[in-house]
């Protein structure tokens, strides 16, 4: 017990050092701060405290330690524009060893048109960025798991390119067994092993602390997440502006319904094209032994929308 409770504070030692240490405001690859899969996506991001799914490698590491089989998971979006964006991940246990994963995720923007001084036709280029993931999550005692990744980022932009290495550290707590599940990750702490240019930028370093709750009586997990904790914010208020809240509903064994709230989304949208449904998302996914299909609908207001379909084996 003695040594549990050392790793487990040192592990939250590392993500609350994060706060001072590696405060910013401005960050490259930001695409590593866009939902993964169709479910995540439904719940407004608000996914890390979930259970038995691939997908939480990018979330929370220790999340893989849930893991009842092993799992296989992908998906395709097409975003505005020409942007489009996937992933694929993977998850199992060792026995005697613990649970490894694995993921990537990829955006490309599409073609851009060149031009030269005067204007002339120069031709196009294109852009696009990628992340490969290896994750291990193992068990400190019942209801508690602890995860860590490695992961190399890369970006191209014409014929420039850059790259950089990272690591994410991850708990989860089941605080009371089928009603409460404490949270939290620490994702992108790394830097960039060639920049862009001359001068090297910081990577969406992200502390994300969340909390899900399971009603009794009540077929469903309410899932409460605060996001961002790690950027710079001129006051306490507006730091906790930057919120999820997810509700994932079960109403049969084999059916689940969700609803999501993205706070921060909708605060930054609203200021672009006006609130309409901006920041809200829904979404839905059946299941069987073999495989579970999910998808999910995310509003961006006036400037459009975002549809998802994950396949899970």
């Known amino acids: 017990m003695r040594l549990e409770l050392k790793v487990t504070g040192f592990l939250l030692a590392i993500m609350m050092a994060a706060t001072s240490m590696f405060a910013q405001s401005t960050t490259t690859y930001d695409f590593l701060r866009n939902d993964v899969g169709a479910r995540a996506g439904a719940l407004g991001g608000g996914f890390m405290m979930l259970t038995d799914d691939p997908n939480l490698i990018f979330y929370n590491p220790a999340g893989l330690a849930t893991l009842t089989q092993r799992r296989v998971s992908f998906g395709f ?6 942007i489009n964006s996937g992933y694929a991940s993977f998850g199992t246990e060792i026995p005697n060893f613990g649970f490894v994963g694995a993921g990537v995720v990829y955006i490309n923007y599409g073609e851009f048109k060149r031009t030269g001084a005067e204007g002339q036709d120069l031709g196009t280029f294109g852009a696009g960025e990628f992340a490969l993931t290896g994750g291990y999550a193992g068990t400190l005692q019942p209801g508690l798991y602890y995860g860590a990744n490695v992961k190399f980022i890369y970006s191209k932009i014409d014929e420039v390119q850059s790259s950089a290495a990272a690591l994410d550290f991850g708990v989860q707590y089941v605080a009371i067994t089928n009603r409460m599940t404490l949270g939290a990750s620490l994702l992108n702490l790394g830097t960039q092993l060639n920049p862009y240019e001359t001068t090297r930028e910081n ?34 208020s507006q730091r906790m502006k930057a919120f999820s809240v997810g509700i994932e509903f079960t109403p049969g064994p084999n059916v689940h319904l969700r609803l999501g709230y993205n706070n921060e989304r909708r605060q930054e949208l609203k200021i672009v094209s006006g609130s309409g449904l901006a920041g809200f998302s829904i979404g839905g996914g059946i299941n069987t032994d073999a495989y579970s299909v999910d998808y999910a609908f995310t509003s961006l207001g006036q400037v459009g929308s975002v549809h998802r379909i994950s396949v899970t084996f």
């Open 77 to 82: 979006f097409k975003h505005l524009l020409d």
């Open 203 to 236: 990577l969406p370093t992200d502390l994300t602390i969340g909390m899900a709750l399971y009603p009794e009586h009540l077929p469903a997990a309410i899932l409460l997440n605060l996001h961002k904790l790690t950027d710079s914010y001129e006051s306490f």
